[in-house]
């Protein structure tokens, strides 16, 4: 396991998160589990789910995490260790692989197979079986300082997350200690535009469409009030 990659927080998986991560694989793997077998080769390793791969049903199948982690993350994850052999971010951190890479269009596919992989594992940690309900007292004073109550903030993240067009991400951050919502395109992160992740929500349709076909607001509204992670957010925060 690759924790070097995992140490940085503010733009990248902290180190109890990746922690996190690997406790509940280890959990999952204990049960039966099959996450251990989708790790990647050196130099970077991808980081196995935190819950097994049907904890999440009925409202996103074993089916969608099965082919969303095993095949898009993993293909991410390899197609980086393809790419940056011999090239200046061979020995680089994921962040900064993503930092050095963003805006520049020669280097284009380093940058989207790095920030895919972080996105995705971000993304995972933003979700968790039985989630939802009402944010920890220190998430939710924050949402009704910015929009007023934490009904406006969640249908302002699900109408931005919605209104991607394509593919995408939707995301709560922080923006110079203010909560904000943003949402980028294919796999653009936050984190290089100076703002801290604290929650995504994937839209590209490999994240939906089997289950949810064209519908894509109600597997975000679904998500909202069902599967995401305030208290990962809260620890995001910092
Ligand atoms: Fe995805």
Redesign the pocket.
């Known amino acids: 396991m690759d924790t070097k990659k995992n140490t940085c927080f503010s733009c990248e998986l902290d180190r109890r998160t990746f922690l996190m991560a690997s406790a509940g694989a280890i959990a999952s793997l204990a049960a039966g589990g099959i996450f251990g077998s989708a790790h990647a080769a050196p130099p970077h390793t991808l980081p196995p789910l935190p819950y097994p791969e049907n904890a999440l049903e009925p409202v996103i199948s074993a089916r969608t995490i099965g082919f969303?982690y095993g095949k898009?993350h993993k293909g991410y994850m390899d197609n980086l260790n393809k790419l940056i052999p011999g090239s200046p971010y061979a020995d680089m951190s994921l962040t900064d692989i993503i930092k050095k890479t963003a805006g520049h269009a020669d280097q284009i596919g380093i940058f989207n197979n790095a920030a895919q992989v972080w996105n995705?594992t971000f993304y995972w940690q933003s979700l968790k079986p039985a989630g939802g309900g009402d944010p920890p007292a220190a998430l939710k004073q924050k949402m009704i300082d910015a929009f007023g109550s934490v009904d406006a903030c969640k249908k302002a993240l699900a109408d931005t997350t919605v209104s991607q067009f394509a593919s995408g991400w939707g995301w709560l951050v922080l923006d110079h200690g203010k909560l904000k919502i943003v949402k980028t395109g294919n796999a653009d992160v936050p984190f290089t535009k100076g703002m801290r992740p604290l929650i995504t929500i994937?839209v590209?349709e490999?994240?939906y469409y089997l289950d949810y076909q064209n519908r894509r607001a109600d597997y975000v509204t679904a998500i909202l009030d069902k599967l995401i992670n305030w208290e990962f957010a809260l620890k995001n925060m910092g």
């Open positions: 969303h898009h995705h994937d590209w490999h994240a």
